[in-house]
């Protein structure tokens, strides 16, 4: 059968400042009386930590569907004697849990790390486990590394704070220890290209006196992140922008600050936050930071949970009671976890909440350019009225600009190729069209 596509007419104004709309905080269920670290989106369905009950089963990690809490197979709560997790990574139709937790689902290899699988709903070891507990997952090529306290992954005693799993066994990043310290912990991870970035509480990392609490490890050696040793204080989240810049929070002075390759830079101003930042994500152009602060910038509102637009700190929604450990973007919604239990006035958001950030577009029915074919596998040809000189500019759907380009003409053809699949809006001057790329 012949596919059809529709032309659609750009006539929908949007202002200079994208405008934001369901800017609202939505409990998810009936939450849970346990705090939330760790959130995985998989289409409709939600993963979190926290305790959870549905009919007899009590359990510290679930799903949330269909309007309810499910447990993932044989996994039980705390008082089944498992443990808590502390982090998880989506991976394919994998998800990946690291914490605190013995025998998880009933498998006595499954200790501090764990493998569920989506497809089977069936829980996986990797390999013996680790000795001590998990904080951070990342993917690194085929690879998952995992950092924590752990001085021993699978049986490799070298595996010292941070590890690698290659599917079939552990085995140490690198044949530098990163630590000897008792009192050590890594606490981020983040991936750039080649480059893995490592956060924690350690000092003299790989015992280099100029590497303290933040390194780089770019395949063969450990270095300083432009010289952050100066900085003292634990680094407990991290986040990487699409430009490659590079966030990071924590307990040190400043709390969050921006890496660009060269240069350190810090958010708004020295004194805005004034407590620990346990959580920090890049959204679009926008910088969102979870933890226990309260009053960013002198804003009453902005308690446990605040927005960074590039220049001016903001709250979000009226903010939170408690702190925040987990901020999770998803088609135009924030999933925040925590220890609250009111979000923006919202009492029945317990730990766990979600917060509307899409971005407002009004449709209207004026015409004067064709945008074709739309839903679009990637090319999309445009069709103006007028031979007019024209900026063409491309957002996604929390606000920020991927592209922009000025033309001379009636026509043009904009390359979707290598956007992945989603909604998008095209502006021509003030006026734009929705655009789906599938």
């Not at 903010?319 to 923006?344: C, H, K, M, Q, R």
């Not at 500019?393 to 922009?404: D, T």
Request: charged content about 15%.
């Amino acid at each position: 059968m012949k596919k059809m596509y529709k032309s659609l007419s750009i006539s929908l104004v949007l202002s200079a400042s994208l405008t934001l709309n369901a800017q609202t905080w939505n409990p998810i269920g009936n939450g849970t009386s346990a705090t939330v670290s760790t959130i995985i989106i998989d289409g409709n369905d939600i993963y979190a930590n926290g305790s959870y009950q549905n009919g007899p089963d009590v359990f510290s990690y679930g799903k949330f569907s269909g309007g309810q809490w499910f447990p993932l197979g044989n996994w039980k709560g705390i008082s089944g004697g498992i443990g808590v997790v502390n982090c998880a990574l989506k991976v394919g139709d994998d998800i990946y849990v690291g914490g605190n937790f013995n025998d998880g689902a009933g498998d006595p290899n499954m200790d501090k790390i764990a493998r569920w699988n989506i497809t089977t709903q069936t829980w996986h070891p990797l390999g013996t486990g680790l000795n001590s507990y998990v904080n951070a997952i990342v993917q690194m090529g085929s690879d998952i590394i995992v950092g924590g306290k752990f001085t021993n992954a699978g049986g490799d005693a070298n595996a010292d704070y941070i590890a690698k799993w290659d599917g079939s066994s552990w085995s140490a990043v690198s044949s530098t220890v990163i630590s000897t310290s008792s009192f050590a912990s890594v606490n981020a991870l983040a991936v750039s290209g080649s480059d893995l970035y490592i956060g924690g509480n350690i000092e003299n990392m790989a015992g280099n006196s100029a590497i303290d609490y933040l390194a780089k490890w770019d395949g063969s050696s450990y270095s300083s992140v432009g010289g952050w040793g100066a900085q003292i204080g634990g680094i407990f989240t991290m986040d990487i922008a699409t430009n490659g810049d590079l966030y990071i929070g924590g307990e040190f002075p400043l709390k969050a600050a921006k890496f660009d390759g060269t240069n350190w830079s810090i958010l708004g101003s020295s004194t805005a936050i004034n407590q620990k930042v346990r959580k920090i994500k890049v959204v679009g152009t926008d910088i969102y930071i979870g933890g226990d602060f309260t009053n960013v910038a002198g804003i009453a509102t902005a308690d446990y949970i605040a927005r960074f637009d590039g220049t001016n700190w903001h709250d979000v929604g009226g903010g939170l009671n408690a702190y925040v450990t987990e901020i999770v973007p998803n088609s135009g919604d924030l999933y925040v976890g925590g220890n609250f239990t009111d979000a923006g006035g919202n009492t029945l958001a317990d730990k766990i909440a979600r917060f509307g950030i899409s971005t407002a577009i009004e449709e209207t029915t004026k015409t004067n350019a064709i945008v074709f074919p739309n839903p679009t596998n990637g090319i999309v040809y445009v069709t103006m009225e007028n031979n007019v000189s024209t900026t063409v500019e491309l957002y996604n759907v929390v606000g920020e600009k991927l592209s922009s380009d000025k033309i001379q003409g009636n026509s043009y053809q904009l390359n979707l190729t290598s956007y992945p699949s989603g909604v998008y809006f095209l502006k021509l001057n003030n006026k734009t069209t929705k655009i789906i790329k599938e």
